[in-house]
């Protein structure tokens, strides 16, 4: 069926490290994915997307990833902030259809 | 930078009472949608709109919901009689067209129901 998972639930870095979230996803209909960072009290934010055609994308500080062999989608940030700091949600929208599925979140904790 | 913005920030309800979320949509967007986040949970999606009616809406978005495009800016989603697990963010996106876009989200409604 159709389901969007994430492996860790926290992840803590220190700050100036690489951090790497990572997302499994089970339709292989899908064919465009979007990481959103959310805040507490906030609505999930655009930070970068990727669609099926595609392996990797580079944002500012940002790299999506995407295996499309093991369904495996990962966000890579670089040279992590505090502002950093957030829950992470990997998104599928299966075969363009009129809803995103999202994952579970992974909770990012940025160290000083 | 257009937003998508929601009003209220917060709503506090009696069980069974009624409410509506409303929703403004980036002006030059065409797809809305209703999603919800429990606490502590996922994003869950309830129902997408397209062209004055829906697209497609989840097992969750029962009877007792309903979403209207009152006129060329607002959105909204009304509960008729809501319930203590309807307690939760819900959240308002749009994007400009079909296929893969990106969906913008706004800022949310906390609904407490009590």
């Known amino acids: 069926g159709e389901s969007v998972g994430l492996h860790l639930p926290t992840l803590s870095v220190q700050e100036g490290d690489n951090s790497i979230i990572n997302c499994a996803y089970s339709?292989?209909?899908?064919?465009?994915f979007i990481w959103y960072k959310q805040e507490s009290g906030k609505g999930p934010q655009f930070i970068i997307d990727i669609r099926s055609n595609m392996d990797k994308r580079q944002g500012q500080r940002v790299t999506v990833l995407l295996n499309k062999t093991v369904k495996h989608l990962s966000l890579q940030i670089a040279a992590t902030q505090p502002g950093d700091s957030a829950v992470y949600f990997c998104?599928?929208?299966?075969?363009?259809?009129?809803?995103?599925?999202f994952g579970s979140g992974t909770r990012l904790l940025v160290r000083p | 930078e257009p937003e998508v913005t929601q009003t209220p920030s917060h709503q506090v309800t009696q069980m069974g009472q009624e409410v509506i979320l409303r929703c403004v949509p980036i002006s030059n967007h065409l797809y809305f949608y209703w999603y919800r986040q429990i606490l502590g949970q996922k994003v869950e999606f309830l129902v997408s709109?397209?062209?004055?009616?829906?697209?497609?809406k989840s097992e969750i978005f029962d009877d007792q919901f309903s979403v209207e495009r009152p006129d060329g800016s607002n959105f909204t989603l009304k509960i008729r009689s809501t319930k203590l697990e309807d307690s939760a963010m819900y959240f308002c996106?749009?994007?400009?067209?079909?296929?893969?876009?990106?969906?913008?989200f706004g800022p949310g409604t906390r609904l407490t129901v009590l």
């Open positions: 998104a599928e929208d299966v075969d363009s259809s009129y809803k995103l599925i």
């Open positions: 339709n292989s209909a899908s064919d465009y």
């Open positions: 709109f397209y062209n004055n009616e829906i697209s497609e």
């Open positions: 996106a749009s994007k400009t067209g079909g296929g893969t876009d990106t969906q913008y």
